[in-house]
């Protein structure tokens, strides 16, 4: 069985949070983990957190530039842009940039 795609979701607003759901509850029927989420507010994540097993949790990182230290097992393959607009084509370059898949919204 191949491992499933890695993704770092940017933003945990509306959107962000709608992706993060969907991905801890279908994930592995989709083949997709979140392994990282990059959101400089830290209690908008916290919920998503409390429901989860501890060995399934992501890290959590405040700003984009954080993702170049990330540990292997963490590293994503794929990145979910749910940022606001004005800022979305900055971020999804970003993204682009480093290498990684990109779905922005």
Known sequence: ??????????????????HI????EKGDMMGAHVSVIIEPDQKKIQSHLLNLPPQSRPLVLPNLGALVDVPAPYK????IVAVPAGIHVEVAGAVLDMGLHCLYQ
């Open 21 to 24: 759901k969907k991905i801890f």
């Open 76 to 79: 994503p393959e794929a990145a």
């Open 1 to 18: 069985m191949q491992s499933p795609v890695k993704f770092v979701v940017v933003g945990a607003g509306h959107m962000g949070t709608h």
